[in-house]
């Protein structure tokens, strides 16, 4: 059985395993984004700018096995912020081994420190794997996403 990973802060020496990570992870939603869009990302993750971060879980040899991103953000009902979790990426190759769980739950523990009241998340309705994690770990609401394209 291999080692629990290791969760920790995404880093700027990241750069290129997380973008085989983040290209998979598009590749998995059918989405295609321009290069800069990816370039922001990661800036913006990296440089934990307006509330953005990202967490990573590795192996022993620092090899990334997947990320969690998030954005802590204010909201109106309620005093204290929230942090929502915007991506969840575990490598193909190594699902199944408590990789997404260990990442969601170093989220809870962060932002619970960081004083947020809840974590909360999206997913696509067809993602069955994930949504067995979830439904064993988080409850599922009735909110329904609309978006409109600027």
């Not at 290129?16 to 590749?27: H, V």
């Not at 990573?56 to 929230?82: E, I, K, M, N, S």
């Not at 009241?117 to 993602?127: A, C, F, K």
């Amino acid at each position: 059985m291999p080692a629990a990973p290791r969760i920790r802060e995404l880093a700027d020496h990241d750069r290129e395993q997380w973008g085989r990570l983040w290209s998979a992870y598009l590749d998995f939603y059918g989405q295609r984004l321009s290069p800069d869009a990816t370039i922001s990302a990661w800036e913006r993750l990296v440089a934990r700018h307006a509330g953005m971060g990202g967490l990573v879980a590795v192996d022993g040899a620092d090899t990334l096995l997947g990320f969690a991103h998030h954005v802590v953000h204010p909201h109106t009902w309620g005093p204290r912020d929230v942090c929502y979790l915007e991506d969840l990426m575990v490598d193909p190759a190594h699902r199944r081994r408590g990789i997404g769980r260990a990442l969601i739950d170093d989220l809870v523990e962060r932002a619970r420190a960081w004083g947020c009241e809840t974590v909360y998340w999206h997913t696509d309705e067809g993602n069955a794997a994930a949504r067995r994690l979830y439904d064993r770990i988080a409850t599922l609401t009735d909110y329904r996403r609309y978006d409109i394209e600027l």
